[in-house]
């Protein structure tokens, strides 16, 4: 992700700073004082704890008007008892000022409402496939699963109607035993990882590598089977 021409004042993002298609780093994020949302990848998420359905109609009414409003528009998910929201600036493929300024009217409507966030409850679940040559096996992941290049990144797939998990291809020297293939990674604020970590340690897990966190934990099930624990800190 680009770096940022912002800067910040009292917590908060100084927009007239910034084009609106800059795209922001997960660090200034962070700095915005948007505390209930959280950066996964490129997009702002966060969930409303909205407590009954009717609420979460009135919610997702009110974001609309003002995504009507700003010209931009979220992605909302309203369920029982709760709504997911996503803010990305999809023309750059990550968050800029516009999704930062939206989130907080948002929360500000929220608020209005009597409902509190829970950002601590979003997460983005990856699929990781080892392989030596992406370009060799890229086009048939590409064909079955229905995915296209991710605007960014050569080495993943992307849904880009968000219903299915990203598939990206992780680099391994070439060799006759398959092993693992396929790993999961999650992706989680970095105030819910070593809480994630823990339960999965507690459940047989084993550690097998925290060189690169708070980016990535390595861990493993009972049988060896590998998945990683993500944020997006300590990433460049």
């Not at 609106?20 to 996964?40: H, K, M, N, Y």
């Not at 750059?92 to 209005?112: P, W, Y």
């Not at 409902?115 to 030596?132: F, G, K, M, N, Q």
């Amino acid at each position: 992700m680009g770096g940022s021409t912002s800067t910040f004042h009292r917590g908060r993002c100084r927009v007239d700073d910034m084009t609106t298609r800059d795209i922001v780093s997960f660090a200034d994020v962070e700095a915005s004082g948007l505390d209930d949302w959280r950066q996964l990848f490129e997009a702002l998420r966060t969930r409303f704890l909205t407590g009954d359905f009717a609420t979460g109609l009135r919610l997702v009414t009110r974001i609309g008007e003002l995504a009507e409003e700003a010209n931009h528009h979220p992605d909302v998910d309203l369920r029982y008892p709760h709504v997911n929201v996503s803010l990305c600036s999809h023309d750059v493929f990550g968050v800029t000022s516009r999704d930062l300024e939206l989130a907080r009217r948002i929360s500000d409507a929220a608020a209005e409402l009597g409902v509190r966030a829970d950002p601590s409850a979003t997460a983005v679940v990856e699929i990781a496939l080892d392989t030596w040559d992406h370009d060799e096996i890229k086009p048939f992941w590409a064909a079955v699963l229905g995915m296209s290049d991710h605007p960014h990144h050569d080495q993943e797939l992307r849904d880009l109607s968000g219903s299915q998990p990203t598939l990206w291809f992780q680099h391994t020297e070439q060799h006759d035993d398959p092993g693992q293939r396929f790993h999961l990674d999650v992706r989680v604020p970095p105030e819910v990882a070593g809480q994630r970590i823990a339960s999965a340690l507690d459940a047989g897990g084993t550690l097998v590598s925290d060189e690169e966190a708070p980016a990535y934990v390595v861990l493993a099930d009972a049988q060896g089977n590998k998945a990683c624990v993500t944020t997006g800190r300590g990433r460049g």
